[in-house]
């Protein structure tokens, strides 16, 4: 191919630029990729769809309201729904690091979508990137609207069912481990007896609780600043617009969204992808402690506590042969790790606002959607290749707790705290269980033994 038909020169408020001549975007969003040549990073597919309905919802209301040419409306709404589809994702390359406030990808949306239009109309009337298919809008209200729409539909239909899972199958194996007697431990060290189940149980409610937490979060995210235009003064607008607009991406998406209570305070903070990051983070710590407490239990198989067995995934040592490591929860725990570095990210990134925006959404929306992201393809995994599969050692979980010194605590009643203590440590010295030490000081009666054991414990 020639090299002169491999770019086409387009114009702007800065002057002359080349672009190639296949890109359905224009001159704005070459502008942005010969200057951010940062990460190689793009925005996911839910943000992109998430600008196609806002893109195709605007041209609707704005049809209905007289402000839009019918044919050319129509155009621009085939075109939006072809992006909202995912058919133009390769013409979307702007970098995640790019100009603030996300200038740059509402320009990409616009210059993909007004050439796609263009083409659908035959090239009988040239649409506008600006004119026409940011028609109503500015960067300032769609990005931050782009954003919650696409949080929110990742939480509900992705991330929110992956907990519903994950929830299930620890209350399953609470069940199935109920009859289990094994020693608890805290500190580290000898404790009173539990249930396998109970502790288990612990882990399903865990879930649970940061499940409802999410689902309040939705709530927050279901406001859109649409129509707030630049600052939140809804200036070049139409009254009939903002209503009109949301009640139209209700019902492309079947879900509530509103009208922030006050337009201003949307536009001026990030609060709902702080206040989610926040939950997100609650929910990486907790799942660093489970995981931790299910690699402490599964430690060994000969030299560890080995009071459960976990599913085999892959081996685990390129120099010890038949070794097989936890490696979905270590997986686990590395996301983890990585969200709760997020949640730092985008708070810092929270302070970043200056007056009546926040500059800083572009990178706040890739860290909080990346987030979501990596949160439900761990769950999915943790769920379906470790938790499932946990197998319960009952010899191991009744060894360790018939040699547990803590069995000590049911005597306190019988003998007395200093007595009971007495008797434990001179257990511990002499290596003894604490049925021989009862017996050499006389007092094996059978009320004693009933208060050591460990059924009338838990």
């Known amino acids: 191919m020639d090299a002169s038909n491999q770019y086409r020169m387009e114009n702007d408020p800065l002057g002359n630029i080349m672009v190639p001549s296949s890109a359905y975007y224009g001159s704005q969003t070459q502008r942005a990729v010969e200057n951010f040549q ?3 990073l793009r925005l996911p597919r839910a943000f992109i769809k998430a600008q196609g309905i806002i893109k195709a919802s605007a041209a609707t209301v704005n049809v209905e309201l007289g402000k839009l040419a019918p044919e050319m409306g129509n ?7 072809e992006v909202l589809e995912g058919r133009w994702d390769h013409h979307f390359v702007v ?6 406030a996300g200038t740059s990808q509402n ?8 050439r796609r239009a263009t083409e659908i109309m035959g090239d009988n009337q040239k649409i506008h990137p600006n004119d026409h298919v940011n028609m109503s809008q500015s960067t300032n209200d769609t990005f931050p609207s782009a954003l919650n729409m696409a949080a929110t539909e990742m939480i509900i239909r992705e991330l929110l069912p992956a907990l519903e899972n994950l929830e299930q199958s620890f209350e399953k194996k609470a069940e199935q481990f109920m009859p289990i007697l094994k020693s608890g431990r805290t500190h580290l060290h ?10 288990f149980s612990g882990y399903a409610e865990t879930i649970a609780a940061v499940k409802r937490h999410l689902q309040e979060n939705l709530d927050s995210l279901y406001q859109l600043g649409l129509g707030g235009n630049a600052i939140g003064t809804s200036i070049n607008l139409e009254a009939e617009y903002t209503p009109k607009v949301i009640q139209e991406i209700c019902k492309r998406t079947n879900l509530p969204f509103r009208e922030p209570q006050n337009i201003f305070a949307f536009m001026q903070n ?3 992808p702080i206040r989610c990051m926040m939950t997100l983070k609650e929910l990486a710590v907790h799942l660093i402690k489970i995981t931790s407490d299910l690699r402490l239990l599964s430690s060994g198989p000969r030299t560890g506590l080995a009071e459960i067995t ?49 500059v800083m959404m572009p990178m706040i929306a890739h860290t909080f959607l990346h987030s979501l ?3 439900t393809n761990a769950i999915q995994t943790l769920e379906s290749k470790c938790i499932n599969g946990i197998q319960a050692n009952e010899e191991q979980c009744k060894k360790w707790m018939e040699e547990s010194l803590a069995l000590v605590t049911g005597l306190s009643s019988k003998v007395g705290y200093d007595m009971a203590s007495e008797i434990g440590m001179q257990a511990d010295e002499q290596n003894k269980k604490l049925k021989e030490i009862l017996e050499e000081k006389g007092l094996l009666t059978e009320d004693v033994l009933n208060a050591i054991d460990p059924n009338g414990m838990v």
């Open 95 to 100: 970098d995640v690091y790019q100009a603030g």
């Open 310 to 358: 976990l599913p085999s995934v892959q081996p685990g040592s390129t120099i010890m042969p038949g070794k097989v490591n936890p490696a979905v929860l270590e997986m686990t725990h590395m996301v983890c790790c990585q969200v709760i570095g997020y949640e730092t990210a985008v708070s810092t990134a929270g302070t970043a606002g200056q007056l009546e925006i926040n």
């Open 107 to 114: 320009m990409n949306a616009n210059e993909v979508i007004a």
């Open 373 to 375: 992201e990596l949160m």
């Open 38 to 40: 940062i990460s190689g």
């Open 270 to 272: 990030m609060s709902e």
């Open 75 to 81: 155009a621009i709404i085939q075109a939006s729904e």
């Open 190 to 199: 000898d404790a009173v007896p539990m249930r396998l189940g109970q502790e």
